[in-house]
Every structure is written in structure tokens, then in C-alpha cells.
């Protein structure tokens, strides 16, 4: 019974890390941003994203497509659609 449950925890704890993060377009909404402060904010948080999405990638030795397609999503989950 305590390794299915550890195993679980495992996963939740593991897939969470980016998870934790507000997206950077509920954060914009959280401070209430519009017009060209948004999008300069937008533009920044993407690019900050796409940064840690691609040293979480290397850190996984991903490589090819294998790479550009985990960044793509992981950037968009951090962005939020």
C-alpha cells in the first residue's frame, strides 16, 4: 500500500515543477496589465520560459526533434495558452 502512494507522490512532485508557476498570462492579468506593457511583459516571460524549458531539455540530454518538441510544449504550458 506505501509504494503505490510514494510512487504517486513521485509523479505529482515531478510533473509540478513548472506547474507551480503562475502562467505568464495570469501573472499579466494579476498585475493588471494592457496594451504595450503587456505585451512587452508577454515577450519577456516567453522568452524566460523558452530559456528554462531549454535547460530543462539539455538537462534531460534531449536532442533532435525530441528536444524542439518538449520545448514547444513546455514553453506553452508556461506562457498558458
Excluded: H, W
Aim: proline share 1%.
Amino acid at each position: 500500500m506505501k509504494k503505490p502512494l510514494a510512487l504517486i507522490l513521485a509523479t505529482l512532485l515531478s510533473t509540478g515543477a513548472f506547474a507551480q508557476e503562475a502562467t505568464c498570462n495570469a501573472q499579466a492579468t494579476e498585475k493588471k496589465l494592457a496594451g504595450a506593457a503587456k505585451t512587452s511583459f508577454l515577450k519577456k516571460c516567453e522568452r524566460l520560459a523558452t530559456e528554462k524549458c531549454e535547460l530543462a531539455a539539455t538537462e534531460k540530454k534531449l536532442a533532435g526533434a525530441a528536444k524542439n518538441s518538449n520545448v514547444k510544449k513546455c514553453t506553452k504550458d508556461a506562457v498558458g495558452g
